[in-house]
């Protein structure tokens, strides 16, 4: 099965930096997209930042600037780097996947990681 590891979350305090990785494993034949997503407390899940096989990206308009999304292929990981934390940006943050797995390379399958707490308090 395919897996997707998150590792980094943690407790910062506002203005401070956390990186957060996700090494995507299992039956891969290539990824499209990888990102991260995040839910706060009492909001829906929003979509935090995306990369394509092509290092296209996608942010959401209240991390532009702040936070930067990398990937390293070799690795099938995905990177967040999250710069300037502010209370508001406390949420569990999910690892997304859009992939091909060997047995199946014709079609697209979206896999999701566990997620990841990050707390932004003083």
């Known amino acids: 099965q395919v897996q997707l590891v998150e590792s980094g979350g943690g407790l910062v305090q506002p203005g401070g930096s956390l990186r957060l990785s996700c090494a995507a494993s299992?039956?891969?034949?290539?990824?499209?997209?990888m990102g991260w997503y995040r839910q706060a407390p009492g909001n829906e899940r929003e979509l935090v930042a995306t990369i394509t096989s092509g290092g296209s990206r996608d942010y959401a308009d209240s991390v532009k600037g702040r936070f930067t999304i990398s990937r390293d292929s070799a690795k099938n990981t995905v990177y967040l780097q999250m710069n300037s934390l502010n209370p508001e940006d406390t949420a569990v943050y999910y690892c997304?996947?859009?992939?091909?797995?060997?047995?199946?390379?014709?079609?697209?399958?979206?896999?999701w990681g566990k997620g990841t707490l990050v707390t932004v308090s003083s």
């Open positions: 997304n996947a859009r992939l091909r797995v060997i047995e199946m390379i014709a079609a697209y399958t979206v896999y």
């Open positions: 299992g039956n891969i034949f290539s990824i499209n997209t």
